[in-house]
């Protein structure tokens, strides 16, 4: 049973213009949700994270959006870069008495940004 | 902040027997590490918590007795791989964080292939 779904397996944008990368869930006690970025060959690098208490939150260029009642969230990334060309995976926490350490991720999604 | 280091990158070993995967918090103190698991074509699955100076606890249809884990400091956790077979090639990563509420930080992960 996947809880967390990234449903699009990759996605190509023009460098300048926004990705937009989408992310669904199914267990509504996840409480807190992150985006990581992903090179081959290397750990997961953590982006930008929510909590379900919040709808937006904004870092730079990269801003999560999370719509509880869809069950969805989304990074946005503007203006897109070549060197944002990556895996992104989301990951969400379960909360309540749940190790911190236990996040379940998503499939990921292939990001390439071309110049 | 929250560097995590992991070594070896990459390794290869017969089958039959053990390898030993280092990770180290560089510029925090960790009580707590836990090791991830990415085959191919797949999202990260945790498998275990590390705990320091205690047994490490392990998610379902994780053998304990196969991924041996040692947190002798607070800076250390060891993955041992024992009796490896080639199903257990995969891309093991481990992580840490500063604190309940901030987010896990990834080691670069090591390429385990087991011939």
């Known amino acids: 049973d996947q809880q967390v779904k990234q449903n699009s397996p990759s996605l190509s944008v023009q460098e300048g213009r926004i990705s937009i990368l989408n992310c669904d869930y199914t267990?509504?006690?996840?409480?807190?949700f992150l985006w990581y970025k992903k090179y081959p060959a290397e750990g997961p690098t953590f982006l930008i994270s929510?909590?379900?208490?919040?709808d937006k939150n904004e870092d730079g260029r990269f801003t999560v959006f999370l719509n509880k009642s869809a069950k969805h969230l989304s990074l946005h990334i503007v203006p897109s870069q070549p060197g944002d060309s990556a895996v992104y995976f989301c990951?969400?926490?379960?909360?309540?008495?749940?190790?911190?350490?236990?996040?379940?991720f998503g499939q990921g999604t292939i990001l390439t940004v071309h110049p | 902040g929250a560097v995590v280091s992991q070594h070896p990158s990459w390794v290869i070993c017969k089958s039959g027997t053990s390898v030993k995967i280092e990770c180290r918090s560089l510029?925090?103190?960790?009580?707590?590490m836990f090791w991830y698991r990415q085959f191919p074509k797949q999202s990260l699955m945790l498998m275990a918590t590390?705990?320091?100076?205690?047994?490490?606890?392990?998610e379902q249809g994780v053998e304990k007795d196969k991924f041996l884990i040692n947190h002798a400091s607070l800076t250390l956790s060891t993955l041992t791989v024992t009796s490896a077979h080639p199903e257990d090639s995969s891309f093991y990563i481990c992580?840490?964080?500063?604190?309940?509420?901030?987010?896990?930080?990834f080691g670069n992960g090591t390429r385990l292939t087991v011939t």
């Open positions: 510029d925090f103190q960790a009580t707590t």
């Open positions: 590390s705990n320091e100076g205690s047994k490490a606890t392990y």
């Open positions: 990951a969400a926490h379960p909360g309540g008495g749940t190790s911190y350490g236990k996040l379940t």
């Open positions: 929510i909590s379900s208490i919040k």
């Open positions: 992580s840490g964080n500063t604190g309940v509420g901030s987010p896990l930080h």
């Open positions: 267990n509504s006690m996840f409480d807190y």
